[in-house]
């Protein structure tokens, strides 16, 4: 009878304590950086956590059992995180803002990376902790640098490929003017002319920046501060928003991202697509894919020759917090090692950050678009590396949207993304 | 003389034996270590709803009174900003981006259209549902057979997952989907700005007139039938039935439905988000609160108490002013009639 009456009030004391340990994890940890963290635990050795987005292509697991095999008692634990990018900044800003000694090597999207190491979250690789990038393409160096400091090693990179319709186009076109005039050929055969990812979110961002660069502008300059009102951005712009006018861009372009485009293409209702080089095996092996030997690549056409791609990629960085910061340096020179780096092209055609790589014979057997991808990263030009990547990016996502749609001039578009982006490092 | 002169009159509540020196014991006594074993019981669950609720909440408002992270121009790293004042409100409610306008392309400019676009959805949503809602809920509250097979079936909208939803009317509304080959027409539905108001319109309500048609089920399912059969008698013809005796029955049901719906409206988050990223017009609060985070938390920490002020005042005057009775019972409260 007694434990009865008791029994009650201590199951609920035990479900609120269960409940109350769920909110696990602390506030928000201090916003200043913190040099000791920095300085603490260069030396250390143990077991190591890794963390990365999905691992579609099945290339990490293989690699880590390698390591650990290879190293006993310095073991590494593949923590996968979501597929969605935004899911996976914001998972790393949790983890980072709550101190987290767990996540020790992560996997930074290129354009997050200024963003972290500003707020003090990366581990600087100079002296103990650095690491040979001599063989690196130089714009993959460039991303994962911020202040004149290496914040991350390269991993893997991508940049914008051009597909087109061999049946119908034999030579590509070298210069967006000459791609432009060959919408004629689109057009009698009653299919669209060109597209690439003009839907309101960061794709639109690597459509824009491509279109300002190859153009000869550029959208930040060294300082920080916005350049998108030469009249080489303007004219970059410009392009996009006239062939959108004209209908050489078709009207439900501006709803494509990625996966739309990629579907038109592979329907044959498309000339000419600027997308990602995943296209290359599922336009080849899609049962659906009707263009399986009717496409071809080429590097994106510019103004006077090549044009000027976004880099895409990942960064491998080390946490200011990590315990055994000596074993994630030497997990890092292993991730990014020349073999690894041929295992990443092989297993998951994901493009290497090594440029003699780009030569290799068997290599090139395998992915034969590997040329024209080293045409492409060669000439590629980061998005803006800025600690206020966020911001700068919807400035010219929401602004070149409306100027492609016509909502807005050119000229009004570029001087709202001038004083968007100039207000964004406030 | 009968021995049975008066029923034994019972206590009206069970009463322990009473003690010495106590007055009136019986009610006092159990009410008093009731109470207590009452204030025990509940506080686990007090406890937990502030940690969970009252703190976030205390501690955005303290937030919002805090600048966000500046760039140190010396060391290009991200320091504290120190308090702030009203100026992240400033920010947002006169749209200032320093001391200069916010530009378009800045989440700063798009307050007060987002502030516009979320009552636009809010309002168009919460009529079509509650029109719609009431004919399903009428139906279903006669007696046929296959009634309950109906009002399982009708609950399917609401039982998916708002996120999945959003993909399926994604589908449904891209330019070479569903909507565009059935009505033979070539409209950009999340590429042009009224189609893409009106993608989101259709799909938010296709999701929940469901739970309204519920709501307002259970509140027609109170008044009996003998009030209807008398107007019969009477010569009601149906249409005064429906506005003299249906409405004002179902009014406090149907008031606590709609206030719920509003309130939901005023969040909405996902359908728009997935459907349009946004773009179009179709921006609405919470969309700009969760892209602010990802831009300096303080500044978001001050938008969300904004739409929380925003939202407090509609309810506050749904329930004052059109008598939406959300805690109490269906019948109006009046003096003297407590137990």
């Known amino acids: ?426 | 003389m009968s021995t049975l002169a008066q029923p034994k009159r019972a206590p009206e509540t069970p009463s322990p034996k009473p003690k010495k020196g106590q007055k009136e014991v019986g009610q006092d006594r159990a009410a008093t270590s009731q109470g207590r074993w009452a204030f025990w019981l509940i506080s686990p669950a007090l406890v937990l709803l502030a940690v969970v609720i009252v703190y976030p909440v205390v501690n955005a408002i303290i937030m919002a009174f805090q600048k966000d992270q500046g760039l140190d121009p010396v060391t290009k790293v991200f320091v504290s900003g120190g308090p702030a004042g009203f100026d992240n409100f400033v920010h947002w409610l006169a749209q200032q981006c320093g001391s200069a306008a916010c530009a378009p392309g800045t989440l700063g400019s798009q307050f007060w259209s987002a502030v516009g676009t979320t009552f636009f959805f809010t309002v168009v949503t919460v009529v079509l549902e509650t029109v719609l809602g009431f004919w399903m809920a009428v139906i279903m509250a006669r007696t046929f057979r296959g009634r309950s097979a109906l009002r399982a079936a009708v609950l399917v909208p609401w039982a998916i997952p708002t996120a999945v939803t959003a993909k399926l009317w994604f589908f449904i509304f891209a330019f070479d989907g569903i909507a565009n080959k059935l009505f033979g027409t070539a409209i950009l539905w999340t590429g042009s700005e009224w189609p893409a108001r009106w993608a989101i319109i259709i799909s938010d309500v296709w999701k929940t007139t469901p739970f309204m048609a519920l709501l307002i089920l259970a509140g027609l399912q109170i008044i009996p039938a003998e009030v209807y059969e008398a107007a019969k008698v009477d010569g009601a013809s149906a249409w005064q039935r429906f506005t003299q005796i249906t409405l004002p029955l179902v009014k406090p049901a149907l008031m606590v439905a709609v206030l719920f719906r509003v309130l939901d409206a005023l969040r909405m988050y996902d359908l728009p988000a997935i459907m349009t990223q946004g773009s179009n017009g179709t921006t609405t609060l919470s969309i700009l609160v969760v892209d602010q985070i990802r831009q300096g938390f303080n500044s978001a920490a001050a938008l969300s108490t904004i739409t929380f002020l925003i939202i407090f005042l509609v309810a506050f005057i749904f329930v004052r002013f059109l008598g939406a009775n959300a805690v109490a019972s269906a019948t109006p409260k009046t003096k003297g009639q407590e137990k």
């Not at chain 1, 009878?1 to 909110?23: E, Q």
């Not at chain 1, 004629?184 to 003009?198: E, P, V």
Request: proline share 5%.
């Open chain 1, 1 to 426: 009878m007694n434990t009865r009456k008791y029994l009650l009030p201590a199951a609920v004391a035990g479900v609120l304590a269960m409940s109350l340990s769920a909110c696990g994890g602390g506030g928000g940890g201090s916003t200043a950086s913190s040099g000791g963290d920095a300085a603490a635990n260069l030396d250390g050795r143990g077991p190591i956590t890794y963390v990365q987005g999905k691992d579609n292509s099945n290339v990490v697991r293989p690699l880590v059992d390698k390591w650990n095999a290879a190293h006993p008692d310095q073991k590494v634990t593949f923590k996968e995180q979501s597929d969605q990018a935004d899911q996976q900044h914001d998972d790393l800003v949790q983890n980072f803002q709550a101190k987290n000694a767990n996540y020790d090597v992560v996997d930074v999207d290129v354009i997050w990376t200024a963003e972290f190491a500003a707020k003090g979250w990366l581990q600087p690789l100079s002296d103990k902790m650095s690491i040979d990038t001599s063989k690196m393409l130089p714009a993959t160096v460039k991303t994962a640098t911020y202040n004149n400091t290496l914040f991350a090693a390269p991993q893997t990179s991508d940049g914008g490929i051009l597909f087109y319709r061999k049946d119908l186009v034999p030579t590509p076109p070298k210069t967006w003017d000459e791609m432009m005039s060959m919408c004629s050929i689109a057009k009698s055969h009653g299919i669209d002319c060109y597209a690439g990812q003009f839907a309101k979110y960061e794709g639109l961002t690597v459509n824009a920046a491509e279109a300002i660069n190859s153009a000869g502008g550029t959208i930040v300059g060294d300082d920080g501060k916005s350049t998108v009102t030469s009249a080489a951005a303007k004219a970059g712009l410009n392009n996009l928003v006239t062939a959108y006018k004209n209908g050489n861009i078709p009207t439900q372009g501006v709803t494509y991202q990625e996966e739309q485009g990629r579907q038109s293409f592979e329907d044959g209702k498309l000339l000419f697509l600027r997308n990602w080089p995943y296209v290359y095996n599922l336009a080849k092996t899609d049962g659906s894919s009707k263009v399986k030997d009717t496409f071809g690549m080429a590097p994106l056409p510019g103004k006077s020759g090549p044009g000027a791609s976004s880099l895409g990629g990942h960064n491998l960085a080390v946490s200011v917090y990590s315990q055994h910061k000596a074993t994630a340096k030497d997990f890092l020179a292993f991730m990014t090692s020349e073999e690894t780096e041929k295992f990443y092209a092989t297993q998951g055609s994901l493009a290497p950050v090594i440029g003699s790589l780009y030569d290799d014979p068997t290599l090139v057997q395998q992915l034969p678009y590997l040329p024209v991808l080293k045409t492409s990263i060669s000439n590629a030009v980061p998005r803006p590396v800025s600690p206020f990547y966020p911001a700068v990016t919807k400035a010219i996502q929401d602004n070149a949207y409306a100027a492609i749609k016509g909502d807005k001039s050119v000229d009004q578009a570029m001087t709202d993304m001038d004083t968007a982006i100039n207000s964004a490092s406030q």
